[in-house]
Nanobody
């Protein structure tokens, strides 16, 4: 079993930056895919970014060019650097991990963090 413990987040003004971190209780080397989802009030969960073992990344169009995902297998961590934040980025962000599959469907992810609030004021 892998537990994902999130940190970071908070309140920031539009144009500001935040960094989310996710620390796994076990090794993430066996997790082919690590990523971040978010859920804004009244909306469905949105896949924000993923990083695959080997370093390939994917981003949603809404965050491309502003967010950067990274992983450190030695430290069992995955981070999301969020720059030029917008009010539309306000959401609860979830760290996710998958042993094998990836995609926009939430059910393909085997492990989820508890979520952390990001609020961007205008």
């Amino acid at each position: 079993q892998v537990q994902l413990v999130q940190s970071g987040g908070g309140l920031v003004q539009a144009g500001g930056s935040l960094r989310l971190s996710c620390a796994a209780s076990g090794s993430i080397i066996s997790m082919r895919v690590m990523g971040w989802y978010r859920r804004a009030p009244g909306l469905q969960r949105e896949l924000v970014a993923i990083i695959i073992n080997g370093g390939s990344t994917r981003y949603s169009d809404s965050v491309k060019g502003r967010f950067t995902i990274s992983r450190d297998n030695a430290k069992n961590t995955v981070n999301l650097q969020m720059n030029n934040l917008k009010p539309d980025d306000t959401a609860v962000y979830y760290c996710v991990a998958s042993r094998l599959w990836y995609g926009a469907t939430p059910t393909v992810y085997d492990y989820w963090g508890k979520g952390t609030q990001v609020t961007v004021s205008s």
